[in-house]
Nanobody, 126 residues
């Protein structure tokens, strides 16, 4: 069983930076895919970024490309979302997720992930 725990959310001003962390416990990862999603009130869960655990291939939503960076620490079984130039529209609850499926076109789909964190709130004031 895998458990995920996010941290790092908070209240910031537009233009600020914030780093989210997702620490995993349980089995060792190999070809897994780790992702970040976000969900604002009344909206569907939205893909933000994903990373391939074993060779750090990455993919981003167009809305965050160039501003957000996903990375991982292999030894700590932790992955991160470095968010820069934050905008009020980035305000959301951010969730980390993991899937044992090999990387593929599915990585943007929330339904394809097996494990989820509890979520951390990010609020960006204008």
């Amino acid at each position: 069983q895998v458990q995920l725990a996010e941290s790092g959310g908070g209240l910031v001003s537009a233009g600020d930076s914030l780093r989210l962390s997702c620490a995993a416990s349980g089995r060792t990862f190999s070809g897994d895919v780790m992702g970040w999603f976000r969900q604002a009130p009344g909206k569907e869960r939205e893909f933000v970024a994903a990373i391939r655990w074993n060779d750090v291939g990455t993919i981003y939503a167009d809305s965050v490309k160039g501003r957000f960076t996903i990375s991982r620490d292999y030894a700590k079984k932790t992955w991160y979302l470095q968010m820069s130039s934050l905008k009020p529209e980035d305000t959301s609850t951010y969730y980390c997720a993991a899937s044992p499926r090999p990387w593929g076109p599915w990585v943007r789909g929330a339904d394809e992930y097996t494990y989820w964190g509890q979520g951390t709130q990010v609020t960006v004031s204008s």
